[in-house]
């Protein structure tokens, strides 16, 4: 299906090989439990999906843009509402602290690898927030990690120089907002409203 399909479809629904594999992997993967069953299951299955010959992500998502890390909304679920986002990350593109909007969410590295770091949060004032980086991870392909509010900042980047990594990323359902935190004083931030666009999957 076109990105004009996608578009003016609610559940977008890229074909690619593999997909019903996937798709079937991770409905059984959200209809395991809780969310702390859920996104163990997701973390599990995501790494098993990573290493299957079969599954091969679309040829788009190994595109990076330049001015921005891409982030092309592959699968919606009807059934179940998830959402399957692939992010491509050109050599030194990131992002800044971030919260989910409240949705947990699973991501595995497809393809090179990625420094992640999560921050707790340590006290709040009303848009400014203390935050304290609570140790940083380099997550190479085939691994897989997860948030779960309250616990759902951090920041990831591709601090490689010159290799192009892939990320996929399923929300509890589509992130169209979250906030960005930037950096003020010491350990202090300020909150901003962010809009998450999607790019093209062609
Ligand atoms: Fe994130």
Not at 19 to 29: G, P, Q, S, T, Y
Not at 111 to 124: C, M, S, W
Not at 129 to 147: K, T, V
Request: hydrophobic share 35%; aromatic share 8%.
């Amino acid at each position: 299906m076109n990105m004009n399909d996608a578009q003016s479809n609610p559940c977008p629904d890229v074909d690619f090989p593999g997909h019903d594999k996937l798709v079937a992997a991770l409905d059984a993967a959200v209809t395991s439990g809780d969310e702390h069953a859920v996104t163990k299951a997701l973390r599990n299955t995501l790494c098993t999906m990573i290493r299957d010959r079969d599954v091969h992500l679309p040829a788009c998502v190994h595109e990076p843009i330049e001015d921005h890390y891409a982030r092309r909304e592959i699968y919606r679920s009807p059934t179940h509402g998830y959402s399957v986002v692939a992010m491509t990350w050109a050599p030194g593109q990131g992002t800044p602290v971030h919260d989910h909007c409240g949705l947990w969410c699973v991501e595995g590295v497809w393809d090179g690898e990625l420094e992640i770091t999560q921050y707790e949060l340590l006290e709040r004032d009303g848009e400014r927030f203390r935050f304290r980086a609570a140790g940083g991870m380099q997550a190479g392909p085939g691994s897989a990690g997860s948030l779960i509010p309250p616990h759902e900042y951090h920041t990831i980047r591709n601090a490689s120089s010159d290799h192009v990594a892939v990320t996929l990323h399923i929300y509890k359902a589509p992130m169209e907002a979250c906030s960005m935190f930037v950096p003020q004083d010491g350990e202090w931030f300020a909150r901003l409203d962010k809009t998450l666009c999607t790019d093209d999957t062609e």
